[in-house]
């Protein structure tokens, strides 16, 4: 049974391919077109389709789209009500709906030889919900969906038993966290639908003193829904253009909204557990991104454990969608494996691309000691090793590599990628040392949902990645899942003590991850990177980059 799974609807467009229940292939269209988020979610864009990564997803599999049994299409537009009934008076959802109708014919054009009768239209939420509950290692288990929005929801309670989806509960709209969320990103000069991380990041620079006023105003029910009022956030804190600096009234309303979102989601993952008794929750959506609040529901909900899909946003329900539908043909799914499910290269694909760039490289004895040489030195190091990853996390696979124990490369970094200075970075850790590192999340940690407590006494030692609230949202290497990445950190270890390196996506700010060989190379000759490390090969900066004046107190 072949079932490919697209989500076109909003943004993050993606396609994932899921053959005799097995997930084999999934992708985001910005991979592929370099376009950050794919596209924009407005309504007249709702036609463009994830064409790009359907077509590898195919070709990778070696499948012709008249030999698929079924194409599943994350968004179900005869589920869409009135913009007067959803509260929300957005016109574009006329247009939206029409498109969405369309798809079907849209998608057999895209994909010549395939019949248009195939495509099957799956819930929003519902293909959220798949996303999570089928694809966790645990077979049954509570589901918690939320985000801004599906065709008249925002919001998803229910369990799996047996693979089989029964829903306890749905918040409709215009009522919706991941709306409200938007807002302040937008009222705080981001880019709403895109830079809703920046507010959790800012939010640790703040103090909640609104939340009583907004206690109010955002607040959970007792039916499994919440109720999300009208805030006007200028009351709070004026409102900030694009790249105007913010102020500490900004940082309080960021954490203040941050702490209510987190006690809603706590008070909601409280009920759903009422209902169930299941020990553990899966979560999807937008706001299931949200690795602060995530930590807190694990923490102060009755749930033993919380796993959240490393692709929990839109993207995310192009896979959802394909394992719903898969199991509704009868199919028996199995759990996600891992989040590297896009392209790769074989060496010698690899080694002609870097021939064809005539640019010089070696094949040194071993890559991981290659690298830590340089990490240890205290280089920027450009990694880029097997297939690349499935939402918006860099998981050892397409990152950019630094030493965790200088202060100044928290500054460094951000200046490498060109962002914000109050944005982290994040630290890979062997799975093993983990524990005597950090505490209060869980641990395996592999998709870097949560945040975790550095212990008091590490924290000098890894000053990049230890956030200004002394957490870090961590990723641990277990040798079994991702042997070169654990041996290049033990190899750091061995050089400096320490068995963790500063991790963050392999991009520039407004760009995509990287994805292919020539993305890697454009990326490391604009950047100020010391090394590219690209399969078997390395890349070395003819001329070092200028190191930052410092001790080397973090080194044992």
């Known amino acids: 049974m072949k079932v490919l799974g697209i989500n076109a609807i909003y943004h993050d467009p993606a396609s994932a391919l899921v053959v005799d229940g097995r997930i084999v292939a999934a992708a985001e269209e910005e991979r592929f077109s370099r376009r950050k988020h794919g596209k924009r979610p407005l309504p007249w864009s709702a036609w463009e389709l994830p064409e790009l990564s359907a077509a590898w997803c ?28 959803t509260g929300l008076f957005d016109d574009g959802d006329t247009m939206r709906k029409k498109y969405a109708e369309m798809a079907p014919d849209f998608l057999a054009h895209a994909l010549p030889g395939l019949d248009p009768a195939k495509v099957r239209f799956v819930k929003h939420h519902v293909a959220h919900a798949a996303s999570a509950g089928k694809a966790a290692p645990q077979r049954d288990n509570a589901v918690l969906v939320l985000d801004g929005r599906g065709e008249a929801h925002s919001h998803l309670a229910g369990r799996y038993v047996d693979g089989q989806l029964e829903v306890l509960a749905g918040q409709a709209l215009p009522h919706s966290l991941g709306l409200m969320y938007e807002e302040l990103t937008d009222h705080l000069g981001f880019l709403r639908s895109s830079d809703e991380f920046k507010v959790m990041a800012m939010a640790s620079y703040g103090k909640p ?282 190899a750091f270890e061995r050089r400096t003590g320490l068995p963790v390196v500063v991790n963050t996506s392999l991009n520039t700010a407004g760009r995509p991850m990287v994805d292919d060989p020539r993305d890697a190379l454009e990326c490391f000759g604009s950047a100020p990177v010391d090394l590219l490390a690209i399969g078997p090969f390395v890349v070395r900066r003819t001329k070092r980059t200028p190191r930052p004046a410092q001790d080397r107190s973090g080194q044992r």
């Open 58 to 85: 195919l070709k990778a599999a070696g499948i012709r789209p008249e030999e698929l049994d079924a194409v599943a299409y994350s968004f179900d537009p005869g589920l869409m009500t009135t913009p007067e009934d």
């Open 209 to 490: 003193r609104f939340l009583g006023e907004l206690s109010e105003l955002i607040r959970a029910t007792d039916d499994g829904g919440f109720r999300t009022e009208k805030i006007d956030f200028a009351e709070f804190a004026p409102r900030l253009g694009k790249d105007e600096p913010w102020t500490e009234a900004h940082a309080d309303l960021a954490a203040s909204v941050q702490t209510r979102l987190e006690e809603v989601l706590v008070d909601l993952a409280r009920w759903v557990h009422e209902q169930t008794g299941e020990k553990t929750l899966t979560m999807a959506g937008g706001t299931a991104l949200n690795c602060v609040a995530n930590t807190r529901i694990l923490a102060e909900s009755p749930f033993e454990q919380v796993w959240v899909q490393p692709a929990a946003g839109d993207a995310g329900t192009a896979l959802g969608a394909a394992l719903h539908v898969a199991a509704e043909l009868g199919e028996r799914t199995e759990p996600m494996a891992g989040a590297a499910l896009g392209r790769g290269w074989s060496d010698a694909e690899i080694e002609q691309q870097l021939q064809t760039a005539a640019i010089e490289y070696e094949r040194p004895d071993d890559v991981a000691e290659a690298v830590a040489e340089v990490l240890a030195d205290n280089g920027i190091v450009a990694w880029f090793q097997g297939r690349s990853e499935y939402g918006p996390r860099a998981l050892g696979h397409r990152s950019l590599l630094a030493h965790p124990g200088f202060e100044a490369n928290l500054e460094r970094m951000n200046d490498v990628k060109g962002r914000e200075q109050f944005r982290p970075v994040a630290p890979m850790v062997l799975l093993e040392k983990a524990p005597e590192i950090f505490s209060r999340g869980p641990i395996p940690s592999p998709y870097m949902l949560f945040v975790h407590d550095v212990a008091e006494e590490w924290r000098e030692r890894i000053p990049t990645v230890t956030h200004v609230d002394g957490t870090a949202r961590i990723q641990t290497i277990d040798a079994g899942t991702e042997p070169l990445v654990h041996r290049m950190i033990a």
